[in-house]
């Protein structure tokens, strides 16, 4: 999703004149600013100078005087106030010479950067440095930093005129709109040297910039001086990342070849005729595409128009744009005339140099394209893909932090990442869309990270929100998909784990924050709303009186269980450890009460669950956190074996969940068919560290407290062990820490294998990138007797629009009581050959190989077989 001109965040805090005052007296609310058109008054400011694409290297000032005198300037000053300040100007820039009849004075400012060519001879250097994006700016006839009063200021004897701007405090009857910011390079400029005392009135935004000083120097913005200059595109363009055309007024020609009239973009990209088609890379070093950013026009033209604009050129957020501010500067031309435009059939540029050759340009992407993220799908309709055949992987999945091996991942996922778009600034979450349906996403073709795209019309390439984008020809929504959907996705879900063999599958599964108790039954929360106002989740969960996470009110955690049911009795495990449910004893209740509401659910449709209660050892409710691990089971494939062990009073563990430990065997197990699991959820990766190895080094935050409790984890694993009597042991869980970090190194050097990089995939997505936080490691003798480990994606790599917690958030309904985004982690399941009494080793019989694949089913086959094994597995058909 993108955000429109209007609405892109503000960026950086204003900034301080060089020169601080004592402030003076409050001054009194009259005004000497003329309406009569005879006083001086603030005509330009550019806020920009220096920023990257700015047309000038310092921000400036420019004065005009429209009478018939000459003003003597002695003894007065330009002052600037930021946006919220009430005290005294905080710089005052004295003013010396005068302003002749109809002339121009120059008062040159700070800069932001090297960026722009040198102003026109100044005729003050001053050091102003006001925000851009938001301030107050003052012309005063006296040399005092003024205290002016917030809100409307028109009246005052010693201001000769006022600009307030973005969302400052101080104006005359209301703000100037602003710059987006430095980056978003336009001056405020007066409209035909009128003085209305009216801020927002009196002065628009222009990317015609245009300083004059009173020498004559520049260009007077009220005075069309010499006709634009007639150019290519590409000449508009450039070889760089900016334009060398910036704050110069154009005219050009070219096809329409998208258009927004809707969406927010207020624009369309035009294309030099017959450009495009196969295009090498390496030497192609200018654009033949450019965006025409105009409100006034965008409605008038149409994909395949023929068309010369003439417009201010500016770099808007290093997207380069030529703004047509009114009808005039649109000339429809005969297409006939000219060859259309055809896509560029390219392979996505590696760098960022190739890229702006093609800025604006219409292309048919070639090769591979993948699926990497999906989490502002449903808030700013934004897919992110990756040019490979497989999603970006977190550069500490596969490689040690800092080495050469985590350098080339970085680079290699940098060099990959494209963004596919929506052709619209819509936020979709924001109260005031949440009626507008959603692109992309439906129930029937979901978008998951990992899916193959195959694109089925041409896009724009462009650079817009600080990201690489490919636009479709104008704004989809769900109405307009057939017609304008520019890519398809591979639905590479499955209805089950991979066939995992065993005759024991024992499995680990975060539940996200499943709380039975809900947040309606506390005191102190507060909560996320849906689109009306009911509260969906929890928001403050540490507040005083609230204490707990996950579902608002019972009606939210019926469908959280919904999922959460849905998905582990489609998981085909004996022994599942829970991870991220309620820790009850937080809340004054029975400890194990989440779990037993949890497997009662479970057995709705029969008994055949179970769970391990806690031991009779446990750390003190103080000394918990509010959530924990948990162990349940089948009663008639396996047995717990003695009780549950919690490592207690380890220091390591102060932050985090203490490991939980269980023996179990099979139902009718032989000797030696006893294994151990322990349940783990390490410390997050969440900041707050400040001192010590827990800052934050490149393997998130408390990375050292994670290797601690990696240490106190294979000790208390020695023990345990031992107390069972059996060397096959599981340490299973969420670690919170990714193959190649230090944590899982710990582990690893301890010789436990790690069961999930046999699968090839991960558990977890964060950042536009998968890799794995959960994981299973097995001793060499629990290694020893896995015959297979499968991770079921059906979390991590699902857009979050289709979690409970974003019920209601849109009009389309994307909830379904389904496995699918249960969680925001996937679950790991493994098939264990034990022996067992009149049976070997079970080999193959487990569950009846209802979790066996169904390879030669067809499409609509594969759904009836998979509607048929959850309502085997949940006995609620009329949950689907």
């Known amino acids: 999703m993108t955000q429109s001109h209007s609405s892109i965040r503000k960026s950086g805090a204003a900034l301080l004149l060089g020169l601080a005052l004592a402030a003076t007296p409050l001054v009194s609310v009259s005004s000497q600013a003329s309406t009569d058109g005879i006083g001086v008054v603030i005509n330009e400011v550019y806020l920009s100078g220096g920023s990257a694409g700015a047309a000038y290297t310092n921000k400036f000032v420019e004065l005009y005087n429209p009478g018939a005198s000459e003003v003597n ?53 001053g050091t102003l440095n006001p925000s851009g994006s938001a301030g107050t700016i003052i012309l005063s006839n006296t040399g005092s930093a003024l205290t002016l009063p917030v809100g409307s200021v028109v009246g005052n004897p010693a201001v000769v005129d006022l600009l307030g701007y973005g969302t400052s405090n101080t104006f005359e009857t209301a703000d100037a709109t602003a710059p987006a910011g430095n980056s978003d390079v336009k001056s405020l400029g007066r409209t035909s040297f009128l003085d209305t005392d009216n801020s927002s009135a009196d002065f628009s935004l222009s990317a015609s910039i245009t300083p004059k000083n009173s020498g004559g120097g520049g260009t007077d913005p009220g005075d069309p001086g010499e006709p634009p200059v007639t150019l290519s595109i590409s000449a508009i363009q450039g070889t760089t990342d900016v334009s060398p055309q910036v704050g110069h007024t154009v005219t050009t020609t070219g096809v329409v070849t998208a258009a927004y009239p809707t969406g927010g973009f207020n624009g369309y990209y035009i294309q030099t005729p017959g450009t495009g088609g196969p295009i090498d890379i390496t030497s192609h070093t200018a654009s033949d595409g450019l965006f025409v950013f105009s409100a006034s026009t965008v409605s008038e033209v149409s994909v395949g128009d023929y068309v010369q604009v003439t417009g201010a050129v500016s770099e808007f957020n290093h997207l ?30 590696a760098t960022d140099a190739q890229r702006e050759s093609l800025e604006g340009m219409l292309v048919a ?30 550069p500490t999945a596969l490689a040690t932090y800092g080495s050469a091996d985590y350098q080339a991942v970085v680079a290699k996922n940098a060099a990959l990442k494209v963004t596919l778009d929506d052709g619209a600034s819509i936020n979709y979450l924001s109260a005031a869309n949440q009626s507008k349906p959603l692109p992309w996403l439906t129930l029937d073709a979901p978008v998951r990270i990992g899916a193959p795209v195959t694109f089925t019309r041409p896009v724009i390439l462009e650079y817009r929100n600080n990201l690489w984008k490919l636009q479709p020809t104008t704004q989809l929504t769900p109405a307009d998909a057939v017609d304008v959907q520019p890519a398809t996705f591979v639905n590479t879900r499955t209805p089950a784990p991979n066939n995992v063999g065993g005759n024991i599958r024992i499995a680990t599964f975060n539940v996200l924050n499943y709380f039975p108790t809900t947040g309606d039954e506390r005191t102190g929360c507060t909560f996320y709303n849906d689109r009306d106002g009911n509260p969906i989740t929890v928001n403050n969960s540490d507040a005083p009186g609230c204490g707990v996470r996950g579902a608002a009110t019972e009606e939210s955690f019926q469908r959280q269980q919904a999922k959460t049911v849905s998905a582990i009795s489609a998981l085909g495990a004996d022994v599942v450890s829970l991870e991220e449910i309620e820790n009850s004893a937080k809340l004054g209740q029975n400890r194990d009460a989440a779990v037993a509401t949890l497997v009662a659910a479970l057995n709705a449709k029969g008994d055949v669950w179970d769970y391990v209660p806690s031991p009779v050892a446990v750390p003190a409710a103080a000394d918990e956190d509010v959530i924990r691990t948990a162990f349940i089971y089948k009663k008639d494939t396996v047995k717990p074996v003695g009780s549950s062990a919690i490592l207690i009073g380890s220091p390591a563990f102060a932050n985090a969940r203490e490991p939980l430990a269980q023996a179990f065997q099979p139902k009718k197990g032989k000797k030696g068919s006893t294994f151990l699991v322990i349940a783990n959820h390490f410390k997050s990766k969440s900041s707050g560290a400040t001192s010590g190895d827990n800052v934050d080094q490149g393997q998130g935050a408390y990375n050292g407290d994670r290797v601690r409790q990696a240490q106190a984890l294979l000790a208390f694993a020695d023990q345990q062990k031992t107390a069972a009597g059996t060397d096959k042991v599981f340490l299973v869980g969420d670690f919170n820490s990714y193959e ?141």
């Open 740 to 880: 190649k970090e230090d944590p899982i190194t710990a582990i690893v050097g301890a010789g436990y294998i790690d069961q999930v990089t046999k699968t090839g995939k991960q558990t977890y997505a964060f950042d536009g990138m998968i890799g794995s936080l959960d994981h299973v490691f097995a001793s060499p003798a629990a290694n020893a007797v896995v015959k297979g480990a499968d991770v079921w994606n059906i979390n991590s790599v699902e857009s979050v629009a289709l979690e409970y917690s974003r019920h209601n958030y849109n009009v389309v309904n994307l909830y379904e009581a389904v496995p699918y985004r249960s969680s925001d982690h996937d679950p790991i399941v493994l098939g264990l050959s034990l022996a067992t009494a009149g049976g070997g080793n079970n080999e193959g019989g487990h569950d009846s190989g209802e979790n066996q694949h169904p390879t030669t089913l067809s499409a609509s086959g594969l759904a009836q077989w998979f509607v048929s094994l959850l309502i085997h597995r949940l006995g609620h058909p009329q949950a689907l």
């Open 320 to 349: 380069t744009e030529l703004s047509v501010a009114a009808p005039a500067g649109l000339l429809e031309l005969d297409k006939s005339t000219v060859t259309t435009p055809t896509p560029a059939t390219v392979e996505f540029p």
């Open 365 to 394: 992407p070639q090769g591979h394209y993948t699926v990497t993220d999906n989490y502002d799908t449903n808030g700013y309709g934004e897919i992110a893909l990756a040019h490979d055949t497989s999603p970006l992987v977190t």
């Open 73 to 125: 300037l002695g003894g007065w000053s330009l002052q600037y106030r930021s946006a919220t300040s009430s005290g005294a100007a905080s710089g005052v820039v004295a003013l010396s010479g005068s302003i002749a009849p109809a002339g121009y004075f120059l008062i040159q400012g700070g800069s932001n950067g090297s960026n722009g060519v040198a102003l026109p001879t100044p005729d003050v250097v």
